[in-house]
C-alpha cells in the first residue's frame, strides 16, 4: 500500500476483501467494535462505518455496529479519550458503552501485571456486553505490527508452532479486519480522514514486554539487519 494519495480507498477496499473473502461479517449481525481513541481503532470504527452502504449493495451485508469502551483509570487523559469516542459514536448514531475500572489496584491486588489484568477487564466487558445485547461478533483493531509483536513476544517467551503463526482474522467470536494493514497506513489514514485520534503516551514507555518489542527490538532489526523485517517475518 504505497500511494498515500489513495489510502484511504486502498485501505477501505482490503477491509472490503477482508470482511468478504474471511467471512467476518455476515448479513444481519451486530458488531461491537472496541474503541479506545487510538488511531487503530478509530481507523477500524470509521472503516466499518463507512464500508455498511457499500457491503450491503455491493454484497448484500447488512450489519449493526456499536462500540464498547474501558477507561482503565492509568492515565489522567483516559477521561478525555472517554469523551472524545462518545462525541463520535453521537456523531455517526450508534450505541456507546462505557466501562471504568480501576486497573493498577486491581493488578496489585490479583498480583498480575497491569497490561495482563486491562486485558482481561476488558474482553470480560465486551462479552458481557456482547451477551446482554445480543451482538454476534467483537471487532477489534490488531493491525500488521501487532501481528509482528505478537509473533515475536511467542518466540521470546517460548511457543509451539501455533504461536509463531500469529493472528488470524476471526478467533471464536473476535473478528480483526485490520490485521493484514500496516501501522504506517493506518496512521495516514486517520489524518487523511481527520480523524484526530487520541494518543496512548504509555504506548512509547517502555515498562511493558510488547512496548519493548515494539519500541526497541524492532526498529534495531529494521535498522541493523533488515529494513523489510515485518513483512519478513508475516
Request: hydrophobic residues 40%; glycine residues 4%; charged residues 25%.
Amino acid at each position: 500500500m504505497n500511494s498515500e494519495k489513495n489510502i484511504v480507498e486502498n485501505i477501505l477496499e482490503l477491509v472490503k476483501l477482508n470482511i468478504v473473502e474471511n467471512n467476518l461479517i455476515e448479513n444481519g449481525e451486530k458488531i461491537l467494535v472496541a474503541v479506545s481513541g487510538g488511531p487503530d481503532s478509530m481507523c477500524l470504527l470509521n472503516s466499518l462505518y463507512l464500508l455498511k452502504n457499500v457491503l450491503k449493495n455491493e454484497n448484500s451485508i447488512e450489519y449493526d455496529l456499536a462500540v464498547a469502551h474501558v477507561n482503565h483509570m492509568i492515565r489522567e487523559e483516559s477521561k478525555f479519550e472517554k469523551i472524545y469516542v462518545e462525541e463520535y459514536c453521537k456523531k455517526i448514531n450508534i450505541p456507546f458503552f462505557y466501562l471504568e475500572e480501576n486497573i493498577p489496584f486491581i493488578s496489585k491486588k490479583k498480583k498480575i501485571s497491569e497490561e495482563s489484568c486491562g486485558r482481561e477487564v476488558r474482553y470480560n466487558f465486551f462479552n458481557k456486553v456482547l451477551l446482554e445485547n445480543k451482538f454476534t461478533k467483537i471487532a477489534t483493531a490488531h493491525n500488521l505490527n501487532d501481528d509482528v509483536e505478537t509473533i515475536l513476544l511467542n518466540l521470546i517467551r517460548g511457543s509451539g508452532l501455533k504461536g509463531l503463526t500469529g493472528m488470524d482474522f476471526k478467533f471464536k467470536n473476535i473478528i480483526r479486519p485490520l490485521v493484514n494493514i500496516a501501522k504506517s497506513d493506518i496512521m495516514e489514514y486517520n489524518i487523511l480522514q481527520n480523524l484526530n485520534p487520541c494518543i496512548d503516551k504509555t504506548n512509547f514507555e517502555n515498562k511493558y514486554v510488547r512496548n519493548k518489542i515494539r519500541n526497541l527490538l524492532i526498529p534495531t532489526l529494521q535498522n541493523e539487519y533488515n529494513e523489510n523485517i515485518i513483512n519478513n517475518i508475516i
